[in-house]
């Protein structure tokens, strides 16, 4: 599976973006897709998760009520809509494809596939 995020930008505090995973070279549709960020100097860290086989998503809780993880089969995408921006949000987004279990969706490790991330950068 091949994965290529896009989407990200400048934005304003207060704003929206919408970020896209685009899939190919395989059954996307069966695996969870999480969204993953790394912000300069800081570790990389879980945004959110979309399991493949309609279970509830799972969020940060520095995003929860902010963003949101749908996934649209038909085009082998899944997007993450960033409402409510803070300069906090500021990272490199990542999109990943896995088999992880619910009790471990947030880790990286349990994630087969990466994108290769998108810039988005909130000012204050």
């Known amino acids: 599976v091949q994965l290529q995020a896009s989407g990200g930008g400048l934005v304003q505090a207060g704003g929206s973006l919408r970020l896209s995973c685009a899939a190919s070279g395989g059954t996307f549709r069966t695996y969870t897709t999480g969204w993953f960020r790394q912000a300069p100097g800081k570790e990389r860290e879980f945004v959110g998760a979309i399991p493949w086989n309609n279970g509830y998503n799972v969020y940060a809780d520095s995003v929860k009520g902010r963003f949101a993880i749908s996934r649209d089969n038909a085009k082998n995408t899944v997007h993450l809509q960033m409402s409510s921006l803070k300069p906090e949000d500021t990272a490199v987004y990542f999109c990943?494809?896995?088999?992880?279990?619910?009790?471990?969706?947030?880790?990286?490790?349990?994630?087969?596939?990466w994108g290769q991330g998108t810039l988005v950068t909130v000012s204050s």
């Open positions: 990943a494809a896995g088999r992880p279990i619910r009790s471990s969706i947030s880790a990286s490790e349990m994630y087969y596939y």
